[in-house]
């Protein structure tokens, strides 16, 4: 018999919910436990020490609420204290790094950008796991912190949104890359003017 536990996804805001609904998408017989942390979002201008003590207060909060595993459907979480989280607890605990990798060095001929959070970008994680599994690949990356607000309010797509998403692209598309991660749970959400900016051949990759 499956464990009829609900699996719990946390995220600093709304962002999770692209995650939450791959999943639902993807385990149709399982049920979720959805935790946004709007009250104290952005986590991505923060410090490690302040984003590590946010995630082990929602990890132990979706422990307590009975769930089997837990997703860190944040990238800042995820770059900076999955490895603490994961001693937190006998639970499985799962991060949006590693597939966000993986499905680009599926996609990419060597040039891959990362747009994500200030804190994601500082961490370094998704440079790190991309060299090592293919030295020769080139990584630029951009951290994009209005997008997260645009996200939360809604402004998906429109002029502020394009001039925006232009602002902090150009000199990624400039270098060339052909793949880009959208290493933030919110950025998907605003992925018509991210592709609109960056053009149609470069590949769009999230976690
Ligand atoms: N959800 C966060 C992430 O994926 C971004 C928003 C924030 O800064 O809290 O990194």
Not at 174 to 201: F, Q, R, S, W
Request: glycine letters at 12%; a neutral charge; hydrophobic letters at 45%.
């Amino acid at each position: 018999m499956t464990d009829p536990r609900p699996i719990g996804v946390f995220d600093s805001g709304i962002g999770g919910l692209t995650v939450l609904r791959a999943l639902r998408d993807r385990l149709p017989g399982e049920s979720f436990v959805y935790l946004g942390d709007t009250a104290r979002v952005p986590y991505g201008t923060k410090g490690a020490d302040t984003v590590t003590r946010f995630a082990t207060e929602a990890t132990l909060l979706l422990e307590r609420r009975g769930v089997k595993a837990v997703v860190v459907a944040c990238n800042t979480a995820s770059a900076i204290a999955l490895d603490r989280l994961r001693t937190l607890t006998d639970l499985p605990v799962y991060g949006v790094i590693e597939p966000g990798v993986e499905a680009a060095l599926r996609a990419t001929r060597g040039r891959v950008g990362v747009i994500g959070t200030l804190a994601t970008l500082a961490s370094d994680r998704y440079g790190q796991l991309l060299r090592a599994a293919r030295p020769d690949i080139e990584v630029a990356g951009k951290a994009c912190p209005l997008f997260v607000p645009l996200a939360e309010e809604g402004w998906v797509d429109g002029g502020v949104t394009l001039a925006v998403a232009a602002t902090y692209l150009d000199e990624l598309r400039n270098a060339g890359v052909d793949t880009l991660i959208l290493g933030c749970t919110h950025y998907p959400i605003l992925k018509k003017a991210i592709g609109e900016v960056m053009g149609p051949e470069v590949q769009l990759v999230d976690s």
